[in-house]
Nanobody, 121 residues
């Protein structure tokens, strides 16, 4: 089992920054890539970024490349999403996920409770 707890959402003006955190726990969490999906009102979940617990590989959606940075602190079992140059279209509920496959999250994967990010224009 894997437990994921997000924090760090909020309201920010366009062009601003926020940092999300995801604390992972459970017996098998390190077996899965950890990442972020987001869901805007009326839309389906959208992949944002992911990272593995070992190595240097990171993965980003085209919509956030160059603006968002995903990183991890293995000692704290925590993954971070630094979001810079935020745009109103980044407004969504952001979910931390532990998935079997990078970029794809299903009901069989693990999801946090979500944190709201709102970017005002």
């Amino acid at each position: 089992q894997v437990q994921l707890a997000e924090s760090g959402g909020g309201l920010v003006q366009a062009g601003g920054s926020l940092r999300l955190s995801c604390a992972a726990s459970g017996r098998t969490f390190s077996s899965y890539p950890i990442g972020w999906f987001r869901q805007a009102p009326g839309k389906g979940p959208e992949f944002v970024a992911a990272i593995r617990w070992s190595g240097t590989s990171t993965y980003y959606a085209d919509a956030v490349k160059g603006r968002f940075t995903i990183s991890r602190d293995n000692a704290k079992n925590t993954v971070y999403l630094q979001m810079d140059s935020l745009k109103p279209e980044d407004t969504a509920v952001y979910f931390c996920t532990a998935t079997h496959e990078v970029g794809r999250a299903t009901r069989d994967d693990y999801w946090g409770q979500g944190t709201q990010v709102t970017v005002s224009s």
